[in-house]
């Protein structure tokens, strides 16, 4: 296991941005989405950064990819959720684009993460 803490990646703190940004747009979608669109779009975001976390405190880094991959999927799920959220005019076009592009940034830094882990695989 590192002595670096999933704290120190800026894929997690840009990660966790992302989840902040997520909450604050979804404040103003329709009370009736609260148990739909709101919810998934939240718990997608916040599982991107929880399973870099988890993911980098387990013991091997097997486990480590795994989670990383998890939490790419997450990530293509809240780019989707956004799409939708736009189409469907709960989330105004440029917002939605500045997000998208916030999460394409971190996909490219998880993908780089995984293919620094997978160098470290035998």
């Known amino acids: 296991m590192s002595v670096y803490s999933y704290r120190d990646l800026n894929v997690w703190k840009l990660s966790i941005e992302l989840v ?3 909450y604050e747009v979804t404040q103003r979608f329709p009370k009736e989405e609260l148990y739909g669109l709101v919810s998934q779009l939240r718990r997608a975001a916040v599982s991107v950064p ?3 976390a988890e993911g980098q405190q387990r013991d091997s880094t097997k486990d480590y990819l795994r989670h990383v991959a998890i939490s790419l999927g997450s990530l ?18 440029e917002r939605g ?16 993460l995984q293919k620094s882990l997978k160098k470290k695989l035998p």
């Open 20 to 22: 902040q940004d997520i």
């Open 50 to 52: 929880a399973n870099i």
């Open 76 to 93: 293509a799920e809240v780019r989707t959720l956004l799409e939708i959220s736009q189409r469907l005019h709960f989330l105004k076009r």
């Open 97 to 112: 684009s500045e997000l998208d592009a916030k999460a394409e940034r971190i996909g490219r830094m998880i993908r780089a």
